[in-house]
């Protein structure tokens, strides 16, 4: 299939010196042209020289580290380093990248297979599927980011430069044995992500936001921005989305509390979900949108596609940086204002992070009921100010009176999100907008978490409870939806009291 495995009439291979490690391939060598030939482009042969001379490098270090996380020993590299290299003197890059990813495997598999029997190289069957993998990866995928990348329990990737690579399992970030050759392995990896959405990254345009073809979200920051190295940090989608019966298992939330969730995402309460980063905001709102009707049109601004909403009737829409020129650029704002124009039912934004705030209140108080959002704040009260000084920094003209009560004839539940210290994830209040009380806000918590202590193991004890209000202000929302019976019953059920009898009142607030 390709000019160099082919026997056919070419140029003899030697147009290059064989790498040393070769030398026991020595006795056979392969003939067949030498592609892209002497004749080819200049260009081409460039080219493919380049991609030549970046894959040696990668031979020599870690490649993926097979399907776990594992350091591997010298003889490993050393092994590899030597397929890899005969690997690509045999084929010819340039036409491999033509191939599907299916076939491009399979003739990797092939020769790597008689390279390995060639060079008698002693390994058995295991060990040569490993060694081949890591190699299908280094040439056609993300290199070593690819036995990351398939692990599903991974919830973030941070590689910070060529040597160092984090990773975030089961709440705890750990460093992780992955590293890359060098720097600019690392970077071509980044540019190859890239290039997937049609951008570019490189010491002129050095941040990139990008998202892999499985919906990961993606970015890039590169030097001489990013001092110690080109910076990736990937957030993993994850191929088994979270349920609010998942939330219930892993304790983020009671069941009642779960009740509570389900009906606000059904009677339309315009919702803001609050915390910090990686709190897990995303896959709440996911898991609240799973209770919207599936005859609501629904309208998604994101800017690096994140959501998966499950109903039939939605429109995705992201945002989309400007080019090198600094023109073209859609902002969130761009989108939320476009989607009024689009007969929305319901608009949820990603992430709130600028005027657009702005924007979205008011589709909230224009008959966008049911509306969401997230934000970044470590509290429903922060959550309101941030919302006031995005607004106010979008440059609108108004009164912070004004603003304030724009935000509270908007917003009607603030859920807080949170990563606890211990690496869990618990939405700690579910917090209602009331009104307004001379110049404040008023909230009150229907749901909290209580911290109790902390077990042997270092895992903090919670305890999610109701604060003892029967009457909500969604009351009136629930009883035209018909769910004031279901909404009574569980936040009576998560009430505790104290010794006295009395329940445990509000907090925080
Ligand atoms: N309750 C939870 N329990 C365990 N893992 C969770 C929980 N919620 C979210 N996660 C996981 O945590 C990671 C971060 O979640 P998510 O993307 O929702 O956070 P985020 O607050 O939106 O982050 P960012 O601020 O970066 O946008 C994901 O891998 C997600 O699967
Ligand atoms: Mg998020």
Known sequence: ???????????????????????????????GARAPAAGAPAEARVDAGRAEDEARRIAATDGAAGSSDHARSEEYYDVKSTVFNALIDTIDLTQLAKLDAESAREEIRDIVAEIIQIKNVVMSIAEQEELLEDICNDVLGYGPLEPLLARDDIADIMVNGANNCFIEVEGKV????????????????????????????????????ARLPDGSRVNVIAPPLAIDGPTLTIRKFKRDRLTLDQLVKLGSISPEGKTLLEIIGRVRCNVIISGGTGSGKTTLLNCLTAYIDEDERIITCEDSAELQLQQPHVVRLETRPPNLEGEGEITMRDLVRNCLRMRPERIIVGEVRGPEAFDLLQAMNTGHDGSMGTLHSNSPRECISRLE????????????????????????????????????????????VVGMEGDVVTLQNLFVLDILGEDANGKIITRHRSTGIARPRMWERAEYYGETERLAAALAAAEVTDDSGMPLGEKNV
């Open 1 to 31: 299939m390709f000019g160099k495995r082919a026997g056919g009439p070419g140029k003899p291979k030697g147009t290059r010196p064989a790498p040393p490690s070769l030398g026991s391939l020595g006795g056979q060598p392969r003939t």
């Open 174 to 209: 750990v460093k992780s044995n992955v590293r890359f050759a060098d720097n600019s392995q690392l970077m071509n990896i980044c540019q190859r992500i890239v290039s997937q959405v049609g951008r570019r990254v490189d010491e002129s345009s050095p941040i990139c936001d």
């Open 389 to 432: 000084s995005m607004i106010m920094m979008g440059g609108f003209q108004l009164p912070p009176k004004t603003i304030r009560e724009m935000i509270t004839g908007s917003v009607d539940i603030i859920v807080q999100a949170s990563r606890l210290r211990d690496g869990s994830r618990k939405i700690t209040h579910i917090t209602e």
